[in-house]
């Protein structure tokens, strides 16, 4: 299931916009936030407590003399890395994808720092598998933008779908990852608080993006809600 979840939620994605090839973005925007505040409230709720009780528990173990861990540095470095993945994925992980002009090759700058972000946002999945539905969940509206950004773009068909396919790749591929290296599950704690700091990015930077000049949008106000409500009851 912590694979399938991911997977089959950014080829549900792209086979909507596939067919309806969405016009407006309105709808879009709202799936977004609720993304936007499920992943956060996931991460505030559920991922960040574990974490330090980890590491906690860890420290006392090893009877290290300081008092404190290193999770607060991995999840600062965490949020810097994604800021500089961005310049090279032009903010696609949050839905901001710009531009029409036409392309005859797979933007390759955009594909390799999304399948990067894919892959580390599974990685903490192994170890807490109710984090497969926040990506589930996160990938889904993303997908379905690129899709259409690509298909608005004339990028042909097959590389569109090869594309979306290795995307939807790169997250269970992470969890496999996990799973199977001795190396990562040693540093499980220090990822976990490294795409924790990733998550922070992503999700704040969904809602708290402005609204159309500032205004207050109640439909906007009510989907972060049910988000939040949702990820508390995971």
């Known amino acids: 299931m912590i694979y399938l979840l991911p997977f089959f939620s950014v080829l549900l994605g792209y086979g909507i916009a596939l067919v309806l090839q969405p016009k407006s973005k309105k709808n879009l925007k709202l799936l977004l936030a609720f993304s936007g505040s499920f992943l956060l409230a996931l991460t505030v709720s559920h ?3 574990e974490i330090y009780q980890e590491s906690e528990a860890l420290l006392h173990s090893h009877n290290h003399n300081h008092t404190h861990s290193n999770s607060g540095i991995f999840i600062m470095v965490g ?6 993945l961005e310049y090279f994925s032009q903010g696609a992980e949050h839905g901001h994808v710009h531009g029409h002009h036409k392309m005859n090759h797979i933007p390759w700058a955009l594909f390799i720092s999304l ?5 580390l946002e599974g990685m903490p999945i192994s170890q807490h598998p109710h984090l497969a539905w926040g990506i589930s969940i996160h990938h889904f509206p993303i997908s379905m933008i690129l899709t259409t950004f690509l298909m608005q773009s004339h990028l042909n068909k097959l590389s569109i779908f090869l594309f979306m396919i290795l995307f939807a790749v ?3 591929l992470g969890t496999f990852a996990t799973l199977d290296s001795e190396i990562l599950i040693h540093y ?7 795409v924790i700091g990733i998550l922070f990015h992503i999700s704040s930077t969904i809602i ?17 809600i049910s988000g939040v409500v949702l990820a508390y009851f995971m």
């Open 79 to 84: 949020i810097i890395f994604q800021i500089i």
């Open 47 to 49: 991922l960040l407590p």
């Open 115 to 119: 399948c990067l972000h894919a892959l």
């Open 170 to 172: 790169m997250t269970p």
């Open 188 to 194: 499980k704690s220090e990822i976990t608080a490294f």
């Open 208 to 224: 708290f993006e402005s609204s159309e000049g500032h205004k207050f949008n109640l439909a906007k106000l009510t989907v972060i």
